[in-house]
């Protein structure tokens, strides 16, 4: 089928960490257990447990932090046990002789602006994206309804409960009997201290050395698609944050071996394959009238291109061109089950309010194990062999098979 892609769209549809569109199930289930406390947070680990976090703050500038944002700010914090900490290779001396903005940097890692209810946590629902009061100067995002405004990198996490066990960023990380409620904020007790990530997607996929076909691959349809339109697809650099914003989502990065098993093997491979179809420009000038037969795969291992083919003009209104937005496009092995992304809606239509493209994929859980195919598709799914790899601009789960489309042949 003649399928038309916007050549624009391929190059850069943005990102958004912000949620536009949910299109998410209401939250449902049952309430899950947690303590109210009568005092503020910080008087609620004075006399807590959690005495290495508790020195921690004491010594940081995080009373006066908060009090000169705003003395009414409720917050959400996630609190590490003294054991993670001892791992981390603090000791309470330690922390006391600590410069104080080295922990602030530490603290408001641990911090969120945007308080989370008990109440609000539903396993049945996707992660709660919470934005840090940690920010990057050196790095910019884009936020707003249409990513229309721009601010400084704030670190995130993800949140979600299950099975009465706290999963930050798609990791187990304490229980739900544990959390406080505060006066002015939720506490979160955690066994770990959360790392912060320093690398991008690109950084991470070229250092580890598995995924030498994956860029390879990339870096010669942008190559092609270069030459033919004179648009750069920057389908490699849009890993990077290094780019005038940064963007955020989530890569099913395929390894070289799941490559070989499709009898791929090099460029001269690559090159017989996208033989079989020859893309070209239509009358617009810009527009590009059907695909390489390799981006029909790997747009299945990239969230916003998730067989994501734009048509240039809307067909309901002849002239007007449409403007495609994506949803928040970060996920955990968490969210990968049907029931709560199955139907996710990835790329919107901002002039008409309306969906262009929803998730065209379908998760396989048997236990700990994660498979994925393409929705309709009779090949072998592939296996996440490695899941929840974070980055600075998104996520990356690690496939061992290609995610082919229905009845395509290599």
Known sequence: ??????????????????????????????????HESKTTVQETL??????????????SHM???????????????????????EKMGYSLASINSTAPEVLDSLLLFHTCLNQIIPE???KESANQLLLTMLSNKNYTEAFGLNTSEFRDYLYRHYLNVENDKVLVNGQVSGSTADIILATNGTLIPIHRVLAKPEKDIKEI???????????????SNDEFYLSLSGFPAKQVERFSSKLDYVTFSSVLAPTDEAFHKAGIYSMDDLDKLNSRSTPYIIEDGFTVSNYLPMDSVLNNHFWQYSGVYVRNVNERVPGLYINPASNALVFFSNDMKDQL???????????????IHENNLEFIRNGEEIKIRVKGSDAEPATVIN?????????????NRLLLPKGFKF
């Open 1 to 34: 089928m003649k399928t038309y892609i916007l050549i624009c769209t391929l190059l850069s549809l943005f990102l958004s960490s912000c949620v536009k569109k949910e299109y998410m199930p209401e939250p449902v289930g049952q309430k899950i257990p947690y």
């Open 46 to 59: 004075n006399k807590s447990a959690y005495t290495f976090f508790s020195a921690a703050w004491k010594r």
């Open 63 to 85: 009373d006066k932090i908060l009090n000169d944002l705003n003395s009414k700010v409720s917050i959400t914090v996630f609190v590490p046990d003294n054991q993670s900490f």
């Open 120 to 122: 609000t946590l539903d």
């Open 205 to 219: 996929l070229e250092q580890d050395g598995r995924f030498k076909l994956y860029l390879s691959f990339l870096e």
């Open 341 to 355: 992304i199955g139907n996710y809606v990835t790329l919107y239509d901002t002039y008409w309010d309306q969906p």
């Open 387 to 399: 899941r929840d790899i974070q980055a600075f601009n998104g996520t990356i789960h690690v496939l």
